[in-house]
């Protein structure tokens, strides 16, 4: 990648993922196993009231290792010549003048959902309150990956050659890589970097191959007698392949298996991190953003949700705009583009990676640009609708009530024909997959406290101790640990996808991630609320015996709260993704037969004057509640009556009876999952 490109990507991820992903300041690095290893466990008090009786004179606060960071998320750099971009003047402002037409039609429905997001904020706050549903604490701890190193070697150069490297995984999901290990250490700025939203990890050589063979296929009746790349053929012994739909592919390879599987599972977690990094904050905005991109892409005749929609806010524009782009750069570009087989497949991606780049850079731009514009209309809504809620909440019901008896024979009419024969297989197959995946997570915790427990009764030494309390704080970070659990959802991806398919559905990816999500921060809230609890029962006059006790009962009761907690975040996650695979189904089948209604309700709906509310907005809340009743009812019957009893209002997706106990309003940060946990933090 040329250092144009590069320089105007990572200054694009930089602008608009800050706000959703923590910064490296955010990481301790204090590690109780020594020198060069990064922690960020804080150790609570109980266990140094423990650990200094029995001798220990370090604190992680007063010794250790810290390892200093230099540069923003964002920077990267590249040593070495500066290559011209491989699009010229005109090329580049094409794209911008693509980007801004994007963004053009792009910002009226984000403005709207952000007004329809305002209002449902205020509608939550005057309404009912429910008491808090969840039982464990909330971990602050902020999402993140645990900091992964070490040597290897990467295709890279002109001509290409394997050449060793230092990479670097960082804590925020970005992947450096150095010439030598010294560079690293002393701070000196990486030989390049890449954030890792978007990429996909192959290990198999010969799969990566058969991947380049069908991205850029030769035309029929061509026959290049140019010689194709050797290196790419050459047998690798364990590669690491980042492939990615429109950027640069990243060559690398390990110096044995171990490494490799540590690796794989490191990257994974940093693609995971990036990706749903929207999805997983509680900010009014993000999720007005995503509500906007969904409705634009309606409005363009896509109904359905995809992989669209993983990374930060300009990155899912980008996707956007570059999967309208592609046609016609195929046709443009594959005719020139030189070499043979899978050269040529290298030189596209090349030219892909170019144009990402600037669209990438527009895209950002234009939401920098948008960001003083969104503030004063938050501020603005705030208070204008504050005053009329309950005017326009009543408008809102009426309208909802005469639509509703409007469209009531299509709608029941195919739901009974399209959707009642499959939603009961979709069902189970999503609560197969999460149960096994929450159960790994119990077992896991499980092990995790009677293993503390037993150390603790067998009087063991200040040093392993320490390392036991540090490793099991780990847990939720641990890639090694945690695949046991993320695999059960990554074994349903194949039935899944086959289920959801014929109704227009192809988020797997985004399901799988949100999923092994759910699983990491329960895994957060239990560990948080176990070391919290044993803070406050264990003291430094109690005997090994004695805590070994409180310890037991300690974890009686956080199991109780994770069963109870897992429960209930088992049926919100399902519940929601049961809407996201049936509701643009259904609102794709009705789009000829009762969009027609619309217009005699509008009048209505337009004289309240306001951006809030909107006749195609109160359309999808009859629709969304149909369908609703049939998953409630559906999820009664996997589940059964009394376990669904206290739960189906906090399942709810209504905008106006939404009951999600488990939500934390954070506006300015938007940087906590959108998993299980209370407002208590730890």
């Known amino acids: ?81 500066r290559p011209s971009s491989p699009l010229d003047k005109r090329q580049q402002q094409h794209l911008r003048g693509q980007v801004d037409t994007l963004l053009r039609n792009f910002l009226p429905c ?50 290409p050659q394997w ?24 701070g000196d700025r990486p030989l390049g970097s890449v954030v890792l939203t978007g990429y996909t990890v192959l290990t198999s050589q010969s799969e990566y191959l058969h991947l380049l063979d069908t991205l850029c296929p030769e035309p029929s009746g061509h026959h290049t007698q140019e010689e194709p790349e050797p290196l790419l053929e050459m047998p690798v012994s364990f590669p690491l392949f980042l492939q990615h739909p429109f950027c640069r592919h990243l060559c690398f390879s390990a110096a044995t ?73 195929r046709a443009q ?82 739901l009974r024909r399209k959707v009642d024969a499959q939603l009961p297989r979709v069902t189970q197959t999503l609560l197969s997959t999460v149960e096994a995946e ?10 995790g406290m009677d293993r503390l427990s037993r150390h603790l009764r067998g009087s063991p030494s200040s040093t392993r101790l320490r390392k036991e309390v540090y490793s099991f704080g780990e847990m939720p970070w ?16 194949g039935r899944l996808g086959q289920l959801a398919e014929p109704f227009g559905f192809f988020g797997t990816q985004s399901l799988v991630f949100g999923a092994q999500d759910l699983a990491q921060q329960l895994m957060a809230d239990a560990v948080a609320t176990f070391l919290q609890l044993a803070d406050q029962c264990l003291t430094t006059a109690l005997d090994c015996d004695q805590a070994a006790q409180q310890l037991e009962k300690v974890r009686g009761r956080v199991l109780k709260k994770f069963q109870s907690d897992s429960g209930s975040a088992q049926r919100r996650f399902i519940h929601g993704w049961l809407l996201c695979i049936f509701l643009p189904f259904v609102l794709r089948q009705l789009e000829l037969s009762c969009k027609a209604e619309l217009s005699e309700f509008e009048g209505d709906v337009l004289a309240v004057g306001s951006p ?40 709810s997706e209504l905008p106006w009876d939404q009951g999600e106990t488990d939500v934390e309003t954070e506006a300015q940060r938007g940087t906590c999952s959108r998993q299980p946990g209370s407002s208590t933090e730890v």
């Not at 060793?164 to 250490?185: A, S, T």
């Not at 990402?356 to 609708?385: C, D, I, M, W, Y």
């Not at 641990?478 to 991806?493: F, G, K, V």
């Open 1 to 81: 990648m040329d250092w144009q490109s590069r320089n105007r990507r990572e200054t694009a991820h930089e602008s608009t993922a800050q706000q959703w992903l923590p910064t490296r300041s955010h990481y301790p690095s204090t590690d109780p196993r020594g020198p060069g290893c990064q922690s960020t466990s804080v150790f609570p008090a109980w266990c140094w009231a423990w650990l200094d009786p029995l001798g220990i004179q370090s604190h992680p606060a007063r010794g250790g290792c810290l390892l200093h960071f230099q540069g923003s998320p964002g920077h990267s750099s590249r040593m070495g010549g």
């Open 110 to 159: 984000y403005r709207g959902q952000l007004a329809a997001s305002v209002l449902w904020q205020i509608s939550r706050e005057l309404g009912p309150q429910e008491p808090a549903g969840c039982q464990l604490l909330h971990s602050k701890k902020l999402p993140r990956v645990r900091e992964h190193r070490g040597p290897l070697t990467q295709l890279q150069g002109h001509p």
């Open 163 to 186: 050449q060793p490297i230092f990479c670097v995984l960082r804590g925020d999901g970005r992947l450096e890589w150095f010439k030598h290990r010294e560079e690293y250490e002393n």
């Open 257 to 329: 298996a171990e490494v490799q599987h540590a690796w794989r599972l490191a990257l994974q977690g940093g693609i995971r991190l990036r990706g749903t990094v929207l999805q997983r904050s509680q900010a009014p905005a993000a999720r007005a953003f995503l509500d906007a991109v969904r409705l634009y892409r309606q409005q363009q005749g896509h109904f359905g949700d995809d992989d669209v929609t993983l990374g930060s806010d300009a990155e899912v524009l980008t996707a956007l705009l570059m999967r309208e782009l592609l046609p016609a750069l």
């Open 333 to 414: 570009t594959l005719p020139r583009l030189r070499g043979a087989g899978r050269a040529r497949a290298w030189a596209w991606a090349k030219q892909l990676d170019a144009v990402h780049a600037a669209v990438l850079a527009g895209a950002s731009t234009g939401l920098r640009a948008f960001q003083p514009e969104k503030e004063e209309l938050l501020a603005a809504l705030e208070k204008t609708l504050r005053p009329d809620v309950d005017q326009m909440l009543k408008l809102r019901e009426r309208v909802l009530g005469r639509l509703q008896a409007n469209v009531q024979g299509p709608l029941e009419s195919c």
């Open 438 to 447: 929450l159960t790994a997570v119990q077992t896991l915790l499980t092990q």
């Open 478 to 493: 641990d890639p090694e640990l945690m695949q046991t659990c993320y695999r059960e959802a990554e074994r349903s991806r």
């Open 612 to 651: 809030a509310l909107t006749i195609e907005g109160i359309y999808e809340d009859v629709i969304r509640g149909a369908l609703l009743q049939r998953i409630n009812r559906e999820l009664k019957k996997a589940l059964g009556a009394s376990n669904m009893s206290c739960t189906l209002d906090g399942c």
